[in-house]
């Protein structure tokens, strides 16, 4: 952080002639209190958003993430900002003091227990558990759509194809660091041993998946049923009293639609459709706060697929996007915007185990 100790030449100006006509005494303090009110300005910490990135995305990267530093945020900034408090490209901004954070997924506490899990990748694959961690005793089956031979939905932008098992992989496995800081157990149902969580905007495919080290058929009703049977046999041998499956994948619809975060849940899953409307609820939440003027127009339904009808811990689907829309293709692009998609799950995750601990039963 720099601090600008010389004025310049307006602030000079300005200060003679607030003083003229004052005795030396009240010019003395009125050039400290101006120099003071200088070095507060100047001296705080500020930065330039990216292209494209909204508030809650900036100030993520730079590590002060919450709804106390977003207020903040405005506050320092109010008349920086443009309409519906759009960022401006190259501008800087001053950033909230860092004690102003929330606790928010995957921040631990003093006491750690340090764990390593290589399907992470290198850069990510220590993490360290809570020691208060609010999912201790839950216990989630994640898969990531597609991957092995089927790349999915594929996406276009700037000449390189966006593939939907890529990006649902990238958010799955943030996701599921965060549900370990905060204590749950983990299944990770398909998985690729090179593949890490990737900090770039551009993820190269590749057919290397496999369901737990088993390859995936070609045939979509194989692929399906044996993401089921996998998830069925752990959920079997598992003691865990809650026990949630949670499906990832982004949509394809046409170029023109832009849509929302939306969740599916098995019809008459009467705890599938409280954890389908947690989500919901916690993305509006979020939204209302970081995008108060956009509107959130996520969905809950019931939806008969295969996944939904032959899993047996409750289980919900969620589509992220609309992968060939350029509106929704900023929110996988952007690895901010990948980390708070895995961050709001997880918070309503532990919104639905806390809810599930009040009775004790699903």
């Avoid at 050039?31 to 200088?38: A, Q, V």
């Avoid at 799955?172 to 749950?184: F, N, P, S």
């Avoid at 689907?317 to 915007?337: A, H, M, P, V």
Wanted: charged share 30%; glycine share 8%; aromatic share 10%.
């Amino acid at each position: 952080m720099q601090y600008l100790l010389v004025f310049p030449y307006e602030i000079c100006i300005f200060a003679g002639k607030l003083s003229y006509g004052l005795s030396r005494m009240k010019k003395t303090c009125l050039l400290l209190l101006l120099c003071f009110s200088f070095i507060s300005f100047y001296g705080q910490e500020k930065a330039k958003p990216r292209e494209g990135e909204g508030i809650n995305a900036f100030l993520i990267r730079n590590n002060r993430p919450g709804k106390e530093n977003y207020q903040k945020f405005l506050e320092l900034n109010s008349r920086r900002l443009g309409k519906n408090n759009v960022l401006k490209t190259g501008l800087p901004y001053i950033l909230p003091p860092l004690n102003a954070n929330e606790e928010e997924p995957g921040k631990t506490g003093e006491k750690e227990v340090k764990r390593r899990e290589p399907l992470f990748g290198e850069k990510w694959a220590d993490y360290t558990v809570k020691s208060d961690g609010r999912l201790k005793g839950a216990c989630y089956f994640l898969v990531s759509g597609h991957g092995g031979p089927d790349p999915g939905a594929i996406g276009k932008l700037n000449g390189k194809d966006l593939c939907e098992d890529e990006y649902a992989y990238d958010i799955m496995l943030r996701l599921a660091r965060v549900l370990l800081i905060e204590g749950a157990k983990v299944y990770i149902i398909i998985q690729d041993a090179k593949d890490g969580i990737r900090d770039d905007e551009y993820l190269a495919n590749s057919d290397r998946e496999t369901c737990m080290g088993d390859p995936i058929p070609l045939s979509q009703k194989k692929r399906l049923q044996q993401q089921c049977d996998k998830i069925n046999k752990l959920s079997r041998k598992s003691d865990a009293a809650y026990q949630r499956a949670f499906f990832i994948h982004l949509d394809s619809r046409s170029a023109e639609q832009r849509v929302d975060v939306f969740f599916y849940y098995a019809e008459n899953s009467k705890n599938g459709r409280r954890l389908a409307n947690t989500l919901r609820t916690t993305f509006q939440s979020k939204y209302d706060l970081h995008q108060p003027n956009r509107g959130f127009r996520g969905t809950v339904s019931t939806r008969s697929l295969h996944v939904l009808l032959h899993t047996d811990p409750v289980v919900v689907f969620t589509e992220l996007g609309n992968i060939r829309n350029s509106f929704d293709q900023r929110r996988f692009l952007n690895i901010d915007n990948r980390q708070a998609l895995a961050n709001w799950i997880c918070l309503g995750f532990i919104k639905d185990y806390e809810d599930f601990k009040e009775t004790g039963k699903d």
